[in-house]
């Protein structure tokens, strides 16, 4: 089975500061993603990375960027964090191409103070 | 864009109950559809998928789904189910054209089953 590992499960940071969520997949997927998951609101794209060093917007960019150096890791950035960006952050990766679908980690839950 | 909207955000029934979760979503094109469950303190799992051809697809425990392409829909169904089947039912939605994969999800419906 494929696994998409999230470092960090719970994480409490103050606003202003500088945060780095990390994800590891173990399949040699070519696509990962980051996603926000909020109450009443489901799912939102953050950001996706179609390959090495290649990264796209999703539907709520601002406030984040991301780093992938190597496939299987995909880093979610938060430069200066803000109370509204406390949630559940999810990531999630796939097979590119085709009809394939996304495997999913277990999400980093962030507080900011 | 495409969007997705699920028609209850939260459902209560007895266990033996039958559920059934609508979804309906917007966009012109094929799509890939889905339905993932996430249950407590688990993580995001697929239940069923939809890319082609029947569109009466079954999953795992039990589950399945009808996509009705006239009615831009596709109903999750249950006919009877267990106090294990307490979860969050996430319908998410990929055009076909879109290579990369990237899912549309609807709000999502809270499903709790009492004994």
């Known amino acids: 089975d494929v696994k998409v590992t999230q470092s960090s499960r719970y994480l409490v940071k103050r606003t202003g500061e500088k945060v780095f969520l990390e994800c590891v997949q173990d399949?040699?997927?070519?696509?990962m993603f980051w996603y926000r998951q909020d109450p009443g609101l489901g799912l939102r794209l953050i950001y996706f990375s179609y390959d090495v060093k290649m990264k796209e917007k999703g539907d709520i960019p601002e406030g984040y960027s991301v780093s992938r150096e190597k496939k299987e890791r995909f880093s979610l950035i938060l430069e200066s964090a803000s109370t509204n960006q406390t949630s559940m952050y999810l990531c999630?990766?796939?097979?590119?191409?085709?009809?394939?679908?996304?495997?999913f980690g277990a999400g980093s839950r962030l507080t900011v103070l | 864009a495409q969007s997705v909207s699920q028609h209850n955000h939260h459902v209560i029934l007895s266990e033996a109950a039958s559920l059934e979760l609508g979804c309906n979503y917007s966009y012109g094109g094929t799509v890939n559809l889905f339905w993932y469950v996430q249950y407590p303190g688990q993580h995001l799992q697929l239940l069923l998928k939809?890319?082609?051809?029947?569109?009466l697809v079954k999953g795992i425990k039990g589950f399945e789904a009808e996509f009705i392409k006239s009615k831009f829909s596709f109903n999750l169904r249950k006919p009877s189910v267990q106090w294990s089947d307490t979860a969050e039912y996430f319908c998410a939605v990929n055009a076909h054209a879109d290579s990369w994969g990237k899912l549309q999800f609807g709000a999502g419906t809270q499903v709790v089953v009492t004994p």
């Open positions: 939809y890319f082609s051809g029947d569109p």
């Open positions: 999630a990766s796939r097979r590119g191409g085709g009809a394939n679908v996304l495997t």
């Open positions: 399949m040699d997927h070519e696509n």
